[in-house]
């Protein structure tokens, strides 16, 4: 399920969306085998004109709610949940061989199949509509989202897989892949970044089974729906589903993390799954969120052809474990190509333990820019994003200093510090300014902000 749509914001950047000769890699699109990978191919994004782009062998027509940037084309096909001793690929692995291990089928085979190779490229129906988000739900704008157009788009969420997967037949799977968002620049934010999707259906003797005297228990009923349960469910059914989500996932945290780990469980509310919970560990003293989980709507159950079962969705971010369990400081040193980083992750199998060995710290540089904001619309994600696309991973961090309305001519202005830092080398002045100097200069001619500079 799609992660914390609390933590999505607003922006708009799309003049630059597309440039030509863009070579990217292909991933494969689905498969329906336990073991499935993504083979690549080398398909090539390109824009043949300017109102078309290439990406992963189809094109798609541009229009007024295109805007993915040439920054983000060059990420799609990396796949790095799929690149051997990567650690996305160790965490990854560590989940599927749990799943394996510990959940059988009726002839000894893993109950949960697994999707590593689906297709970035989704519709706006399978990313939203299909999850039954509204249409005026903000987590649907351009503003949080990476458009091809109107009707396609870089998912958002591994989530926009669950109906398909559901309606092929499946009861038990997990889907993992790249996802992307707009979103704002720091040390745990990323434009990309990759979820594992989790989904279990139980039919009513699969989930009363085990139940003493448990034959006359039902799944559904005619009800109202609650803080606690949907109006279709009963709460008997509610309840044993609750149960075996939070004991799957405490038992999948306590083997990565190992044993001892604290975890507590936060009500929250998801559009499509309810009730719904986060996941909080104790690691190393320190709370933190590390997925969301819940009982999935029945109308997308039903819909996807599954009528008579219920059950319930996670989705976990696999930098978020990743971080947390290699003390990895940086989100952007996932995508680093340093040997020195992807050395410390080659290990004789998944569960050796490592602790990230920080490379040489270079220092930060530090500039600020101030504008005026334009009359019309403005989004901070426009220009985080602008700062993103001008800067790529030389940029560590963007910080709203300030916020000032003039008290005659009601304009406002924003004061934003960037901090400039290499992970792999030190900056020069030059070539920061260099760069810094282009963000102020595509600010004004793309924003239409009035420079202070």
């Not at 870089?154 to 979103?183: E, K, P």
């Not at 080398?425 to 595509?442: F, N, P």
């Amino acid at each position: 399920m799609a992660m914390l749509w609390k933590f999505m914001r607003v922006a708009k950047y799309s003049k630059t969306a597309f440039s030509p000769k863009v070579k990217l890699r292909g991933i494969l699109t689905h498969s329906r085998h336990s073991s499935s990978k993504s083979v690549p191919s080398d398909f090539a994004a390109s824009a043949p004109c300017s109102n078309t782009v290439e990406l992963l062998g189809k094109s798609y027509p541009q229009d007024d709610y295109s805007n993915v940037t040439e920054k983000i084309l060059s990420k799609v096909g990396k796949n790095l949940h799929n690149r051997k001793h990567h650690p996305l690929w160790l965490i990854k692995e560590q989940v599927k061989e749990h799943f394996y291990t510990h959940y059988l089928g009726r002839r000894g085979t893993p109950l949960f199949s697994v999707y590593d190779g689906l297709s970035p490229v989704v519709t706006v129906q399978q990313n939203f509509d299909s999850l039954l988000i509204p249409q005026n739900h903000a987590s649907r704008r351009k503003e949080d989202n990476y458009y091809l157009n109107r009707d396609h788009m870089l998912r958002a969420h591994t989530s926009a897989h669950q109906w398909d997967l559901i309606h092929s037949g499946l009861d038990a799977f997990l889907a993992v892949g790249d996802v992307y968002r707009r979103d704002t620049i720091d040390s745990t934010h990323y434009p990309v970044f990759h979820q594992m999707e989790g989904v279990r259906l139980f039919s009513c003797h699969e989930l009363f089974s085990s139940i003493k005297d448990g034959e006359g228990l039902q799944l559904f009923e005619q009800g109202h729906r609650t803080a606690h349960k949907q109006e279709c469910h009963t709460m008997e059914a509610v309840r044993l589903v609750e149960f075996n989500l939070k004991q799957v996932l405490t038992k999948l945290m306590t083997h990565i993390f190992g044993d001892g780990l604290q975890v507590r469980w936060v009500d929250c509310y998801f559009p499509f799954t309810h009730p719904s919970f986060e996941m909080e560990i104790n690691f190393q003293g320190e709370w933190m969120e590390v997925l969301g989980c819940g009982v999935m709507e029945q109308q997308l159950v039903n819909s996807a052809g599954a009528q008579d079962k219920i059950g319930w969705a996670f989705g976990l971010g696999l930098e978020r474990l990743a971080m947390i369990l290699y003390d990895i400081p940086d989100i952007r040193l996932f995508w680093s190509e340093d040997e020195r980083f992807l050395k410390q992750f080659i290990g004789p199998h998944i569960w050796q333990k490592i602790k990230f060995q920080p490379l040489s710290r270079y220092p930060p540089l530090i500039n600020d820019i101030s504008f005026w904001l334009p009359s019309e619309t403005y989004s901070q994600n426009d220009f985080y994003d602008l700062v993103r696309t001008i800067g790529g991973d030389l940029i560590e961090k963007v910080v709203l200093l300030d916020e000032f309305a003039h008290p005659k001519t009601k304009k406002v202005s924003h004061c934003y510090r960037i901090v400039y830092r290499h992970p792999e080398r030190t900056l020069t002045q030059d070539e920061v300014q260099h760069i810094h100097r282009a963000i102020e200069e595509s600010a004004v001619r793309e924003l239409g902000v009035e420079g202070r500079f």
